[in-house]
């Protein structure tokens, strides 16, 4: 994830046509309306390409909390999304409020309305969603939920209702109809509401759950429409807290993270998923200290689960024999603190179409998300980078209910039955494997709709047949292409990659130097030495992982010892010290 580079990236100019088509999920709605202020805006986060684009949209007027989701146009723009409450369309379109059932708005709906912003959104994660009608491929359904106050005197969903919205070629928008019963009047659901593909690779699986209960509900969507298609049980009580569930990327898995209290912990649930038979088999259940919002999310290749509770992330190995016994610390929380504002703890998580997943802070209001930046990779090799995108703007604690759109169907499977194949989409992303190491590139797999054979092209007249392999190059311009394949079809997809020389090259590290500079890992200050003894003034330039200038001096003598900012967190650092003469020395640090 870099905003500003050392390795400079030329866009990729080969794109298949299929790609273009499959971009349903590469948009994010998420935000505060601004009501005219510049420090408040509706978002709209681009993960389709790399790095994250982040459009700012002060005119929106929805608002979004925790309950939100947003489908994509063809070229991956927003063009429909909902907080729950509304339903807005592309151009900031206003579609409905959602929420009016029997004729008259619920005390749910009023308590999250206000005389100044309007509809807030509603506050549980996972608890709305948008999916596209089979066969109308203008038409969305928006599934959504209404609460009642409970015994305990907190909201809890009791019912889940569906609206449908048609584009018409001027791309006006028609609500057909709204808040029409998805299920019966019941106490009560968890609020939970989560899709993956069926596996005939049009239909839609769509499951909620009963609260603190074996029970789940499958709904079938399919050019009919939506349908209860059965009920069922796993082995025990799921009991039912604030957090998330998510389906994995290839549907295999679902999973549930359910924080209940300070002195009962949380609970993440894993389950096995049939996407024929839309069945649930429960396989395991952890057992954390719990946190207010905390989140849960799959790895790409569904090989590891990640979940968080504040202050620490988790990952679990469901390759492992014993998946239990595979939970391993990745990381704690730093204790960063947005200024003027909340610690930027860990909370809800999205699993988005970079192969990434970007953890959301639990303070609402926060302008910054973590990343795991390699999720397919064990243990601290996913590289959880904390406080790692700085939106400029507040998010509400948002992490949208998005499917994952490139799922197509499950070949040979007894419900592939409608001659649909999957016909593979080459995409890839690429960076320094380790910072400061700049001819040790890692290339990431983004390809999706089953692909089974990788063939890479280095263009300096090597090739890989990995799925992510590490190349190391020379400096210069390369015009790399992924070639993906299965039975059915294969494509490719090119980028030039530019690798420049820059004044901290690695084997700068192995020449005879003058200066040094100690102690490092370092606390609060730096001392610059010369082995030569001669005094004189350098510039010193000190630079964070992703290349962003964090500290700067022009004129420091030499010898010196600098003392270093608290905004200058803990991790690692680049330092550059210009001579006067223009000679160049660089060096890496580590705060503690």
């Known amino acids: 994830m870099r905003f500003v580079r050392y390795i400079t990236i030329f866009f990729a100019f080969l794109l298949s046509l299929s790609i273009e088509a499959q971009q349903e999920g590469d948009t994010w709605v998420i935000g505060y309306y601004s009501l005219g202020s510049p420090e408040y805006s509706i978002m709209h986060l681009r993960f389709g390409l790399d790095p994250i684009e982040i459009e700012w949209h002060f005119d929106e007027t929805m608002q979004t909390n925790e309950t939100t989701s947003t489908i994509c146009d063809q070229n991956g723009k927003a063009l429909i999304w909902t907080n729950g409450m509304q339903v807005f369309g592309k151009h900031g379109t206003y579609i409905a409020d959602t929420i009016s059932y029997g004729g008259a708005k619920s005390f749910y709906w009023d308590y999250y309305n206000t005389d100044t912003y309007g509809p807030l959104g509603f506050f549980m994660h996972s608890s709305t969603l948008i999916l596209p009608v089979p066969e109308f491929e ?52 968890n609020g939970d509401i989560i899709a993956t593909r069926h596996a005939n690779g049009r239909d839609w699986w769509v499951v909620t759950f009963e609260e603190n209960s074996t029970r789940y509900y499958s709904y079938l969507l399919d050019p009919k429409g939506i349908a209860l298609h059965h009920e069922g049980e796993v082995d025990s009580i799921i009991k039912t807290g604030l957090g998330q569930s998510v389906f994995s990327p290839l549907g295999n898995y679902m ?50 689960l990640y979940a968080d509770n504040r202050l620490h992330l988790w990952q679990w190995d469901l390759w492992s024999e014993d998946i239990p016994a595979s939970q391993t610390l990745i990381d704690t929380f730093d204790g960063f603190v947005q200024p003027g504002w909340f610690e930027m703890r860990f909370g809800p998580m999205m699993q988005t179409p970079d192969n990434r ?20 990779l064990p243990g601290k090799e996913c590289r959880f980078i904390q406080h790692n995108v700085n939106l400029t703007k507040p998010n509400g604690r948002s992490a949208p209910n998005i499917p994952n759109f490139r799922l197509g169907p499950l070949d040979g499977s007894l419900c592939d039955t409608l001659g649909l194949d999957n016909h593979p989409v080459a995409r890839w992303r690429y960076e320094e494997n380790y910072p400061g190491y700049w001819y040790d590139i890692l290339f990431t797999d983004m390809s999706f709709y089953d692909p089974q054979v990788w063939h890479w092209d280095f263009d300096d007249g090597t090739t890989s047949d990995e799925r992510s392999p590490l190349h190391t190059f020379n400096p210069g311009l390369y015009h790399v292409c992924l070639t993906v394949s299965n039975d059915y079809a294969s494509d490719s997809s090119c980028k030039w990659v530019n690798i420049l020389p820059t004044f901290l090259d690695p084997q700068a590290d192995k020449t005879e130097r003058d200066l040094s500079i100690d102690p490092n890992p370092f606390s ?69």
């Open 138 to 189: 203008n038409d969305y359904l928006v599934l959504y939920h209404t609460a009642a106050i409970a015994h305990e005197l907190y909201f809890q969903v009791n019912q889940n209702l569906q609206a449908r919205v048609r584009m018409h070629p001027d791309s006006t928008f028609e609500l057909m109809y709204k808040d029409s019963m998805m299920n019966e009047y019941h106490e009560w659901y």
């Open 255 to 304: 999973a549930r993270i359910d924080a209940i209290s300070a002195n009962e912990g949380q609970f993440i649930t894993l389950l096995s998923f049939d996407r024929c038979r839309g069945e649930l088999t429960r396989l395991s259940t952890f057992h954390t200290e719990a946190a207010t919002f905390p989140g849960v999310a799959f790895s790409s290749n569904e090989r590891f």
């Open 357 to 376: 997943i970007y953890v959301v802070p639990p303070a609402g209001s926060s302008e910054f998300m973590h990343t795991i930046e390699r999720p397919d």
């Open 524 to 592: 609060e200050t730096l001392v610059i030495k010369s082995k030569s003894g001669e005094f004189r003034a350098v510039h010193m330039q000190l630079y964070d992982i992703h290349g962003r200038l964090v500290f700067d001096q022009p004129k420091a003598p030499v010898p010196v010892s600098i003392y270093l900012p608290d905004r200058i967190t803990p991790g690692m650092y680049f330092c550059r010290i210009v001579e006067e003469n223009g000679e160049e020395s660089g060096f890496k640090l580590v705060r503690n």
